[in-house]
């Protein structure tokens, strides 16, 4: 079987694992998660991060936007770009900034700008599943492969523990994270350079 036959497999077993979790759990997790982060130095010292509205199989990270904005830091997300076909971080001062956008998905409102990648310090990254020399299972399409290529900042993946598996088959295009965060863990990767 290729690469990208495991992975579709992969894919479905993870999601069939999560359909088993309640919300109740999820929730609990999610903070717990949240929780962890904050007390990690890097997510501290972070001036400006990059955060994701989550999908309802995803993590919880939306008090992390509060307590970003509260501590003073650049807060981006993503906003897909139809010209390119790929998304761009934006600046997100306030959350009425967010609104719907071209997946269903919060996203910055058109007057919200543009930042450079290279500008973000901290990378906060969802997935289907993780694995611990850091790579990612995304949802299939590249999107996140495509823009953390080159990015210079701390790349971190967001997972619940169900989320994380012994090994996902690595493509040439595949970006390995630094560093995993679960609601019960911080783990540097394995194979982040």
Request: neutral net charge.
């Amino acid at each position: 079987m290729n690469a990208a036959a495991l992975k579709a497999s992969l894919r479905e077993q993870v999601r069939a694992t999560g359909k088993t979790i309640s919300a109740e759990e999820r929730a609990a997790a999610s903070a717990s998660l949240c929780a962890r982060l904050e007390q990690e130095l890097i997510w501290r010292e972070a001036q400006s991060v990059l955060l994701f509205v989550p999908l309802p199989d995803e993590p919880d990270v939306r008090p992390l936007f509060e307590a970003a904005w509260a501590a003073g830091k650049t807060v981006a997300f993503l906003r897909f770009d139809a010209a390119s076909g790929s998304y761009l971080a934006c600046r997100v001062r306030k959350p009425a900034e967010l609104q719907p956008g071209k997946f269903g998905v919060l996203e910055p409102g058109p007057d919200c700008p543009v930042l450079e990648l290279n500008q973000l310090d901290f990378l906060l990254v969802p997935g289907v599943s993780f694995d611990p020399s850091g790579r990612r299972l995304g949802r299939g399409k590249g999107y996140y492969d495509r823009l953390l290529t080159g990015v210079p900042g701390h790349k971190c993946g967001a997972a619940f523990e169900w989320q994380l598996v012994a090994s996902i088959p690595a493509e040439p295009h595949d970006v390995c994270l630094n560093s995993l965060l679960t609601p019960s863990r911080w783990r540097q990767c394995q194979g982040a350079v």
